[in-house]
């Protein structure tokens, strides 16, 4: 069993509410290894950006690296894949499976730090986008193409592609309200 990060920040919950739509986000396929990065020029095609590795660095670095990432691409938010299991529901994080706990606390901290520069961050459903990069990319054993990072690259494309097919299934992170 994995322990919580360190410098993780709490979980809130996240609720449907209506949102404006992400013209140019930039799409997050967190993994405890590495993170996958994917932008759609033009709004036309989304296309693996680069990989991130995460290995040892600390969550607060890595969000101020991806929204370096952002404005340098003159992006305008986040779509961080959330593994749903077949049982989960996006809404509920109770719902998580280990790996989609860190993806939603990850996103949590993206969140704390984004929203200073105003830029949003979503979580989607990335439920079987790594099988699908592995498809896409011909492959039939993906672990040599995982660990050149290149897998998360295009599973971060085809997350931002069904985004862009269904933004609405789409949920804000929000900040963490403390009671008194």
Not at 36 to 57: K, N, Q
Not at 59 to 66: N, P
Not at 81 to 104: A, F, K, M, Y
């Amino acid at each position: 069993m994995q322990t919580p990060r360190h410098d993780a920040v709490p979980v809130n919950d996240q609720t449907a509410e209506p949102k404006a739509f992400l013209a140019a986000p930039l799409g997050v396929d967190f993994g405890q290894a590495r993170i996958g990065l994917a932008v759609c020029p033009g709004g036309l095609m989304s296309v693996p950006l680069e990989i991130l590795v995460t290995r040892r660095r600390p969550w607060l670095d890595l969000a101020r690296e991806l929204i370096k990432t952002a404005k340098q691409h003159g992006l305008d938010g986040f779509v961080v894949g959330l593994p749903v299991t077949s049982r989960g529901n996006i809404h509920d994080q109770n719902t998580d499976s280990i790996q989609g706990r860190q993806c939603r606390n990850f996103a949590q901290t993206l969140h704390a730090v984004a929203s200073h520069q105003r830029l949003p961050v979503y979580l989607f459903d990335e439920s079987r986008t790594s099988t699908e990069a592995a498809a896409a990319l011909g492959l039939q054993n993906t672990s040599r193409l995982k660990q050149q990072g290149k897998l998360d690259a295009v599973a971060a494309a085809l997350l931002l592609t069904a985004y862009y097919e269904r933004p609405e299934a789409a949920v804000k992170v929000k900040s963490i309200r403390h009671s008194q």
